[in-house]
């Protein structure tokens, strides 16, 4: 693939050599498009060496190729990381005086922007508008993330990590390009398992991994939506432009998806809570018995975190979407027993996964059946995660009440 990495000038622009070597490593034919800022930052040199090929910011150099127009034409994917504020007010409004403005104006394939500037820019109504413009057009404008920008100052505007950066784009082009189907929805995810403390340094715990719903939300994140995503104890990077939420326990992981379901269009709980916690708290670390007796533990039941948010919804037409671990046993198979707890949870759809033997816990695939609640049905063969979770949102969309 034909792939054009635009680099604005930030002082974020060191980290696209780790995004220009990324798509390198993966086979790509990458030309780098730096504007003249950029060029304070990272020589052209770098880019050269990096890339392979020689690297200009100005539409006079080679001009019996009339790069201008060649490379913009010729690309299968623009990629603009770090699109600075001035960057993206040029590419909304058409302007075109230098060559990666003019490569913006020629590419009819899909574009992605990965902002990176101070809050204070990010905020302004006018990026805000400029913003909505590009993604009206099709164009996939990546949240950026939040924490330290440049000197002392904290906040959103920080350039997402390369890898993250990396992973939405390949999400992104393994689905045929920009989908926006989610443009203007509030979604809420969950994912990870819970932990519940018998101890300082002992609990009871389960082996999500987190995976499935990270990839629920860069999908969601890649068509459009305001993603929160809810983390329990998962050791993953942050996706790119979503909004994330660590927590540990069940009891803590109940009150962020209360919260953030209160504006949600949708909720998706992927994660794995704890179904029972200890009813004790050992303030220090519980010692072995001389006798080699074990300690009695008590257990009580946490709240159905599922069941609740399906059956006191905090808006008109939410959908809820949940998942069943199952196993199969006597009384039912696999299936037969997903389709009894979505009755009794109450939810829209139910992504049901046969873990025997231990089967997709900490894998990069998966493979389901989405049931619903209209007596729907939905395969989805194995496959990467990020192909489940399109799925998903597949179904979902079709469930939204139309906007006004």
């Known amino acids: 693939m034909k792939v054009v990495l635009g680099v604005a000038g930030g002082i974020a622009a060191y980290k696209a050599c780790e995004l220009l070597r990324r798509f390198s490593e993966s086979g790509h034919d990458v030309t780098v498009v730096p504007t003249a800022a950029a060029l304070e930052f990272v020589g052209a040199p770098t880019w050269a060496a990096l890339s392979g090929k020689p690297v200009s910011a100005e539409v006079w150099d080679g001009v019996h190729q009339v790069p ?28 075109a005086d230098d060559l990666l403005t003019n490569t913006l104006l020629t590419a009819r394939c899909p574009v992605v922007f990965a902002p990176a500037m101070h809050t204070e820019m990010w905020e302004h109504p006018a990026t805000v508008a400029n913003v909505a413009m590009l993604r009206s057009r099709g164009n996939l404008v990546i949240e950026p993330a939040e924490g330290r920008l440049t000197g002392k100052d904290t906040g959103k505007g920080r350039l997402p990590e390369p890898a993250e950066i990396f992973a939405a784009v390949t999400d992104l082009m393994a689905t045929g390009g920009p989908r926006n189907d989610l443009a203007g929805r509030r979604v809420v995810v969950s994912a990870g398992g819970t932990r519940e403390y018998l101890d300082p340094v002992r609990f009871l715990g389960n082996r999500s991994s987190g995976r499935q719903g990270y990839a629920l939300a860069r999908a969601a994140m890649a068509r459009g939506a305001d993603v929160t995503l809810v983390a329990a104890n998962v050791e993953l990077p942050d996706p790119a432009g979503v909004k994330v939420v660590h927590v540990s326990t069940t009891a803590e992981l109940r009150a962020a998806v209360l919260e953030a379901a209160a504006w949600a269009d949708a909720v998706v709980m992927a994660a794995a809570p704890a179904d029972f916690r200890p009813t004790a708290f050992a303030e220090s670390k519980i010692k072995k018995a001389e006798d080699g007796s074990a300690p009695p533990i008590t257990l009580a039941q946490n709240p159905d975190i599922l069941k609740e948010i399906s059956q006191h919804r905090a808006r008109a037409g939410q959908v809820i979407v949940g998942f069943a671990a199952e196993t199969g046993d006597a009384t039912g198979s696999v299936l037969d027993l997903g389709r009894a707890k979505l009755a009794r949870k109450g939810c829209d759809l139910l992504v049901v996964n046969d873990v025997s033997g231990g089967a997709v816990f900490g894998s990069n695939d998966n493979e389901a059946v989405i049931v619903a609640a209209d007596g729907g049905e939905v395969p989805v063969a194995r496959g990467a995660k990020s192909q489940l979770a399109h799925a998903i949102w597949d179904q979902v969309v079709t469930r939204f009440t139309p906007t006004a």
């Open 68 to 95: 201008h127009v060649r490379i913009g034409q010729e690309a299968d994917l623009v990629v603009v990381a770090p699109a600075t504020a001035d960057l993206l007010a040029k590419a909304a409004h058409g302007l």
